[in-house]
């Protein structure tokens, strides 16, 4: 099957501007995740989506950041503005959701880099 | 709060001995431990999960993991290490009835195998 794919693989902006990134996961994983991977850290969730809605967004700076997952499938992640800390690695993941111990399946990630 | 601990930042290995990377966790209730590994620009990649049963667990590449729940540990180990298998490797774990999104990851482990 055909894994999660993210793009673009490389970013680099300006502090200030915005960027965005898209992520569309395996086909039939119903739950979508977003992660930001600092460098020397674990990934940290942002945001998970079930379906076209939002089962958690506590720890996404919603200030700055959003995402949406039209039609339940594609998402796009998006910064504006962005800052130098915004620098890391984006990660999208997607697993099934019929039992709630099934792993995660990890994009490649966007690395973003603010100058 | 739930929280994971891998207490080493690097483990080296010459090939063909046996390797462990540990992991310590911190959760309320029931855990959901998981074990992952990323190579260079790569996203993670699943390796193995506890959820319950035997604490023994295998999982792919020649992996397997011991939940031990006195010491809150789940560490992974590999009889025969192997050149291949130099890369970061996390740990995450989710308290059972947690959100699915819920994963918190360690900081991460550089495993170093050597010819």
């Known amino acids: 099957e055909a894994g999660v794919a993210q793009s673009p693989r490389y970013k680099i902006i300006e502090k200030r501007q915005s960027v965005a990134f898209w992520c569309n996961p395996i086909s039939g994983h119903a739950t979508l995740y977003w992660y930001q991977q600092i460098l020397g850290q674990g990934p940290k969730l942002l945001i998970q989506?079930?379906?076209?809605?939002?089962?958690?967004d506590s720890q996404l700076p919603k200030d700055r950041f959003s995402a949406e997952r039209l039609k339940g499938v594609d998402s796009t992640l998006k910064i504006q503005p962005a800052k130098l800390e915004d620098s890391a690695v984006y990660l999208c993941?997607?697993?099934?959701?019929?039992?709630?111990?099934?792993?995660?399946?990890f994009g490649d990630g966007t690395r973003l880099s603010i100058l | 709060a739930q929280s994971v601990a891998q207490p080493e930042d690097q483990v080296n290995v010459a090939e063909g001995n046996p390797l462990t990377v540990k992991c310590t966790y911190s959760v309320s209730g029931n855990p959901y431990l998981f074990w992952y590994v990323q190579y260079p620009n790569r996203g993670l990649q699943f390796l193995l999960k506890?959820?319950?049963?035997?604490?023994l667990v295998k999982g792919s590449y020649g992996f397997e993991a011991e939940f031990n729940k006195s010491q809150t540990s789940f560490h992974l180990k590999k009889p025969s290490a192997l050149v291949s298998d130099s890369a970061l490797y996390f740990c995450a774990v989710r308290a059972y009835g947690g959100s699915q999104g819920n994963l918190i990851f360690g900081k991460g482990t550089k495993l170093s195998v050597k010819p």
């Open positions: 989506f079930q379906n076209n809605g939002v089962v958690d």
């Open positions: 506890y959820i319950t049963g035997d604490n």
């Open positions: 993941a997607s697993s099934s959701p019929q039992t709630g111990n099934q792993p995660q399946h």
